[in-house]
Structure formats: C-alpha cells, structure tokens
C-alpha cells in the first residue's frame, strides 16, 4: 500500500546508495489512449498488473485468497476471481511487529497478506509480494501455490540499509525474468530501494548482496494535490528488454533504470492526464500502483482506496498510455 535510518552495509560489492534528483527540466509527458474502470474485484484496491501469455492479472492488497484475470474484451473491463489456497506464511526475517501490524490491520481492512504487486514468467507461473510478510508467492500454471524459499539475507540486509522500517511501506513491486531464475523487489519508501535474489543450484541466494541501491530523500507533490513535499516511493516496478522500469507515484512518472544497478537513466511524467480536473480524487497523494511497460506503452493502475473521482467514478481505474516518441529506449 501506499507511503521508513541508514546504516552501511559491509559487504564486498556495496550497493548503491543515493539521494537522487531526477532533472531539473520538465518531463515530457506522455500520451493517454484508454481508460477502463474494472468491475468485480471483491475488495477493489487494484494493486498490481501482469501480462501473462495475453492475458491481463491483477492482484487486491484486500484479497489475500485471490488472484484476477481481466476480461478486457469492452472498455470497462471484468476481473475473474481465480482463488487460491494459501500455504504457511514462512519467516521472512521481518520483524514481528510489523507482521503483527499486518495482521492487526487486516482485522479492519481485510488482507493480511497485502499483495502489492504481481508479475509472471515465460511458462505463465504468476508472482505474487506479499508487503505484509515481505515474501512471494508462486501461482503456478497447474498446481498449488508455494512461497518462494527466498534467502532472509533479502529482509535483513533491506532492513539494515534503512528500508522495510515502517509498517505499509515494505514491498510494493515485483518483477521476474522470463526464466523465472532471477527476481527484483521494490521496497516502498523512506528509504525506497530495488533488491534483486537469483535461483541457482542451492537454492535462492543473492550473491554478495541483495541490494541493488537504495534511494532516500523526497518529491514534491504536484500544485493540485496540495504540492506539499513527500518521501520519494516506489509503487510497483516492470522489466521490459533489459531495463527496470520503476513507478514513482508521488511524482507521477515512470523512470528507466539499470538492471545492475538501479541507476536513473531517463523519466516521463503521466501527471498531465492524471491530473485532469475529472480524474482528481480527494485523497491527496498520489493512488497509481501498478505497472507494466511493453512495445506499445504502458498500463497504469490506480488503487482509489474506494474514493470516488471528482466525476463520481468509485472503481479501480487502469490507464493505458502510448509509449514515448521513438520508444521506451530512447532519450526524451
């Protein structure tokens, strides 16, 4: 869901750490092409996206038993409820005050489990972050769910380096190669950062270190949600031709990045079309949580935390820009 002290990590390849201004110019805007309200998802909250084989998933941060597919055949779009059995929540190396916190919340708001984010291999497996438990279920094809037996080296050294401090800001983004072998995770806020673990013939494990970098420092939000200034997040996280694509939501951009790193290379804001007087909602920050960039564009979700758009509209929204003028790879 939405919105973090830096210790330095001892290790033999450091990661990076940053407080990182993106540019002091204007950001060229991109193009809005659709915009699809999303009927049937029980606990509303679209947190995340994948595309799967053709096929659209979404996940709730309410829903802890189920997984979406979008029926995208009109324009306001159907979302199919795929249950799941949930096996034992394994120890993550997450504080237990934050897991109980988790499990508190749950208690007024549904979900304890807080899937954030949801992204999918070649095969059509489906992965699901827990912000919750800080850990990823795997949603087979066929079969059963299961965890991921990820190393809690990830946890301990995010922890250590300042992330995953606050209950609500842990995880909120997942990525997966095409093989399925290599994962990154985006930790939310104060401080943000991208991790990454890779499966070899023992197991998960991380290499030398888990964290690609680690970012602190705030955005200022834009002058119709009041401008104030805000941790810098991220919200969920798309790997498309060899790239992170992050989504920064307070700043209302989408940022290229570098699979080793983590290293800014360009941004395109989306705030233009977000910000029209009808798309304005009274919750004042920003609500896009879910990401997928691909040849064409991007797809864009908006959890609305069941608030109504200044036009009345109280569903989950999914917008789809067009990709930049010479492409995702380009330099604006």
Not at 134 to 155: D, F, I, M, N
Not at 250 to 263: F, H, K, W
Request: glycine letters at 10%; hydrophobic letters at 40%.
């Amino acid at each position: 869901m939405s919105r973090g002290w830096l210790a330095a990590l001892m290790l033999t390849a450091m990661p990076v750490f940053a407080a990182q201004s993106v540019t002091q110019k204007p950001l060229p805007e991109l193009r809005l092409v659709s915009e699809h309200a999303v009927d049937d998802m029980i606990g509303g909250n679209l947190s995340g996206l994948a595309s799967c084989k053709g096929v659209l998933w979404t996940v709730s941060d309410r829903d802890d038993a189920i997984l979406y597919s979008l029926d995208t055949s009109a324009t306001v779009w159907k979302a199919v409820a795929l249950k799941l059995e949930i096996p034992p929540i394994p120890d993550s190396g997450l504080s237990g005050t934050l897991r109980n916190l988790a499990r508190a919340a749950s208690l007024i708001r549904g979900g304890d489990l807080d899937f954030e984010g949801v992204s999918c291999d070649a095969a059509g497996n489906r992965y699901l972050v827990s912000e919750g438990f800080a850990t990823v279920l795997k949603v087979p094809v066929e079969g059963a769910p299961s965890w991921l037996p990820l190393p809690r080296k990830l946890v301990v050294e995010a922890q250590a380096a300042g992330m995953l401090q606050h209950f609500n800001a842990i995880f909120e983004g997942i990525a997966i190669n095409p093989a399925g072998d290599q994962i990154w995770l985006a930790a939310e806020r104060e401080k943000r950062g991208l991790l990454t673990a890779k499966l070899g013939k023992d197991g998960w494990a991380c290499g030398a270190s888990c964290i690609l970098r680690v970012e602190s420092g705030n955005d200022t939000l834009p002058p119709q949600l009041g401008g104030k200034s805000v941790a810098k997040d991220f919200a969920d996280i798309s790997l498309y031709k060899g790239k992170l694509y992050t989504l920064e939501r307070a700043a209302y951009r989408i940022c290229r990045r570098t699979l080793e790193t983590g290293q800014l290379e360009t941004c395109w804001s989306f705030a233009k079309e977000a910000l029209q007087p009808n798309r304005l909602y009274q919750q004042k920050y920003g609500l896009t949580e879910a990401l997928i960039v691909d040849d064409t564009g991007a797809w864009v979700g908006i959890d609305n935390n069941f608030g109504a758009r200044a036009d009345g509209e109280k569903r989950p929204i999914v917008w789809r820009f067009a990709a930049p003028e010479g492409g995702w790879s380009g330099k604006p």
